[in-house]
């Protein structure tokens, strides 16, 4: 390999940077998990070793364009009492969530976000069609019309959201669900019986918004609206990094791993099916800079000699991604 090695360096002092093929999306979709079972059934999109020691299947997965991205907290004692927190990213914490989510979305860009959390249901897959902003205090005012609860205290102090953008929020302000929610249902209740999950798009009303829970004044609804938010401040294709769909869905607390595993995966396809005309990804756009230039085959080697440099999917990294890859950077995107 030492000759295909000089051979870019050379390739990269012909070309240079000029090779600007703008992309307007990252091809990246990010799935964030909470309580079990819906941190467990991401466990294969997750990049880190420590939580996934058979290996991230996200890079290009089945070959679809996308890679798949996953986040979520581990419950190592059980979720009795203060157990409930978890450990590492996502703690069942507002201001830990807060702090994660912030990093995550640079590190990720996200096209598109799905929020997971743990919902009361037996084997529920629940759409949640919005979000809304709880108070924070209870000295906060109501929006005209409505009332609006307190967010539910976590385990540690401080115990509800501090985060100032948040709190500069209205009370009350409502983020609706851009997934494809009612695709979503049907294909999961195509593939699967009701005895292993129960799909259902959460019934809501917007011109009666006190008829509905918005997900829960805990970290489900917290969560569901940071992703919510995130679409709308970044739906634009003037975006640095456009967003095209985020919405939460609540898993049911009995919901066996390998049934929400088999969920996950019809959600992504169906995801995928939408978002597909509405997010002009790159896939030559190696390192997601939103520009293709030889830094991005300078980061595809990196990759490929750290044996993750599967771009054809293949299942195998081998001199034949170097090919593919270097078609798809001088076709400018692919």
Same mark, same amino acid.
């Given at each position: 390999?030492?000759?295909?090695f000089? $051979? ?29 079972? $819906? ?39 059980g ?12 703690e069942?914490? /507002? ?22 959390s ?15 902003r ?11 019309g409505?009332?609006?609860?307190? /967010? ?7 115990t ?9 929020e ?9 997934l494809?929610?009612?695709q ?8 699967m ?14 011109l ?5 829970d ?26 640095? /990094?456009?967003?095209?769909?985020a ?53 595809y ?13 293949d ?9 593919? /890859?270097?078609g798809?950077?001088?076709?400018g995107?692919?």
């Amino acid at each position: 390999m030492r000759w295909m090695f000089g $051979s870019m360096l050379a390739l990269g002092c012909v070309i240079g940077a000029g090779k600007q093929a703008t992309a307007d999306n990252t091809n990246n979709i990010l799935i964030t998990g909470y309580w079990p079972p $819906s941190n467990e059934m991401l466990r294969s999109f997750s990049r880190s070793p420590m939580q996934n020691p058979t290996g991230w299947v996200g890079r290009n997965w089945e070959g679809r364009g996308y890679d798949v991205h996953a986040y979520f907290p581990e419950f190592p004692n059980g979720m009795a009492g203060a157990n409930g927190r978890g450990v590492g990213d996502l703690e069942v914490d /507002y201001q830990d969530t807060v702090t994660d989510w912030a990093r995550i979305i640079e590190e990720v860009h996200p096209v598109a976000i799905i929020t997971f959390s743990r919902a009361n249901t037996v084997r529920g897959w629940e759409l949640e069609p919005a979000a809304q902003r709880w108070k924070v205090n209870s000295g906060e005012a109501n929006p005209p019309g409505r009332t609006v609860a307190l /967010y539910t205290t976590d385990y540690l102090a401080p115990t509800r959201p501090t985060d100032a953008a948040l709190i500069a929020e209205p009370v009350g302000n409502i983020r609706n669900n851009s997934l494809p929610m009612q695709q979503i249902v049907n294909a999961v209740a195509a593939a699967m019986t009701p005895a292993q999950i129960d799909p259902f798009v959460q019934t809501y009303d917007p011109l009666n918004p006190a008829g509905f829970d918005f997900g829960g004044g805990f970290l489900s609804g917290y969560a569901s609206y940071l992703g919510c938010w995130h679409h709308d401040l970044n739906a634009g294709p003037g975006s640095a /990094y456009q967003c095209v769909a985020a919405g939460h869905i609540h898993v049911g607390g009995m919901t066996l791993v390998p049934d929400a595993v088999q969920a996950t995966q019809i959600t992504l396809r169906t995801l995928i099916e939408h978002i597909s005309p509405l997010a002009t990804i790159c896939r030559a756009d190696w390192n997601d800079s939103t520009d293709v230039t030889v830094q991005d085959i300078f980061d595809y080697l990196g990759s490929y000699f750290a044996n993750d440099g599967d771009f054809n999917n293949d299942g195998a990294t081998s001199v034949q991604d170097v090919f593919d /890859y270097l078609g798809a950077y001088f076709a400018g995107c692919g």
